[in-house]
């Protein structure tokens, strides 16, 4: 059970560092080796397609 | 170097020494140099981020800066920031003593079925069905009014938030002083519903209540 509640820890922190805050215009490239994974465009960071849904009808 | 903007803060000395600061306008920003060939997605610098951002709440509250803003140098901060510093320096001052508390709980119903994309004409009415699927989804109505009789009277401000097809979201603004009686709330709340599955999350710094944007 320990080990289980410091995955959740570890998701819900995460969740909350990549898909909350506030969004400043700006852009950059997340990547993981040579592959690209995510364009940051302006006010869409790190998002999923819920949240590019979101910050798009802001 | 490039610097990664984690959060924005009412002092200096809320920053420092956990992260370097920039000022911007009349408040500051907490930044951690990272090597212009380290990418963004590295675990390791996850992780690392995630923990700074944790020792600055210890601090104080700040308004969390979603991660993956990166900036050269204070110039162009203040460019890329010009015309939100009066509103984030308000929002540090009004809530400088409380903190976010976040509650996932699980739909209540199986979620619907996700849109097929070649279903429609175009992205944006693909995107759209999408969204709307996603505020159908409802927590068991006697729960919601559980939640709302234990944890919410405790919160200065609250919101529901939809974030995707299997679960339901409340953000909660909660004064620093009264984060124990939230947790006990939440332990209530579990044993009230033992069959209701929820995380009860935080102290977040200044993230949903930093956003003008309500649900």
Same mark, same amino acid.
């Given at each position: 059970m320990p080990e289980q509640t410091e995955e959740i820890t570890l998701l819900e922190t995460l969740d909350h560092l990549l898909d909350r805050g506030v969004v400043i215009a700006g852009e950059a490239t997340i990547s993981i080796g040579d592959v690209d994974l995510l364009y940051l465009g302006l006010n869409i960071v790190l998002a999923n397609i819920d949240a590019v849904i979101r910050t798009s009808q802001k | 170097m490039k610097s990664v903007v984690i959060g924005i803060h009412l002092n200096r000395e809320d920053v420092e020494p956990v992260a370097e600061s920039m000022k911007v306008s009349d408040v500051f920003a907490s930044v951690v140099g990272v090597a212009d060939d380290r990418p963004l997605g590295d675990r390791d610098l996850l992780l690392e981020i995630a923990a700074i951002r944790g020792r600055l709440l210890d601090k104080a509250t700040f308004i969390a800066v979603r991660y993956g803003f990166t900036v050269r140098d204070e110039n162009e901060l203040a460019i890329k920031c010009s015309g939100l510093t009066a509103r984030w320096r308000? !929002? !540090?001052?009004a809530h400088r003593d409380e903190v976010e508390m976040? !509650? @996932?709980a699980a739909a209540a119903a199986a979620p619907p079925a996700r849109p097929d994309r070649h279903d429609f004409p175009s992205g944006a009415a693909y995107l759209r069905a999408l969204h709307d699927a996603t505020q159908t989804i409802h927590v068991d109505p006697e729960f919601r009014v559980g939640i709302e009789r234990t944890l919410v009277p405790i919160a200065t401000q609250h919101r529901w938030i939809h974030r995707d097809t299997h679960s339901v979201e409340l953000a909660m603004l909660v004064g620093r002083r009264n984060l124990d $009686?939230? #947790?006990? $709330?939440?332990? @209530?709340?579990? #044993?009230d519903f033992a069959n209701a599955p929820f995380l009860l999350s935080g102290p977040w710094p200044l993230e949903v209540f930093a956003n003008d944007h309500h649900e």
């Amino acid at each position: 059970m320990p080990e289980q509640t410091e995955e959740i820890t570890l998701l819900e922190t995460l969740d909350h560092l990549l898909d909350r805050g506030v969004v400043i215009a700006g852009e950059a490239t997340i990547s993981i080796g040579d592959v690209d994974l995510l364009y940051l465009g302006l006010n869409i960071v790190l998002a999923n397609i819920d949240a590019v849904i979101r910050t798009s009808q802001k | 170097m490039k610097s990664v903007v984690i959060g924005i803060h009412l002092n200096r000395e809320d920053v420092e020494p956990v992260a370097e600061s920039m000022k911007v306008s009349d408040v500051f920003a907490s930044v951690v140099g990272v090597a212009d060939d380290r990418p963004l997605g590295d675990r390791d610098l996850l992780l690392e981020i995630a923990a700074i951002r944790g020792r600055l709440l210890d601090k104080a509250t700040f308004i969390a800066v979603r991660y993956g803003f990166t900036v050269r140098d204070e110039n162009e901060l203040a460019i890329k920031c010009s015309g939100l510093t009066a509103r984030w320096r308000e !929002l !540090l001052v009004a809530h400088r003593d409380e903190v976010e508390m976040t !509650l @996932k709980a699980a739909a209540a119903a199986a979620p619907p079925a996700r849109p097929d994309r070649h279903d429609f004409p175009s992205g944006a009415a693909y995107l759209r069905a999408l969204h709307d699927a996603t505020q159908t989804i409802h927590v068991d109505p006697e729960f919601r009014v559980g939640i709302e009789r234990t944890l919410v009277p405790i919160a200065t401000q609250h919101r529901w938030i939809h974030r995707d097809t299997h679960s339901v979201e409340l953000a909660m603004l909660v004064g620093r002083r009264n984060l124990d $009686a939230i #947790r006990d $709330a939440g332990e @209530k709340l579990r #044993r009230d519903f033992a069959n209701a599955p929820f995380l009860l999350s935080g102290p977040w710094p200044l993230e949903v209540f930093a956003n003008d944007h309500h649900e």
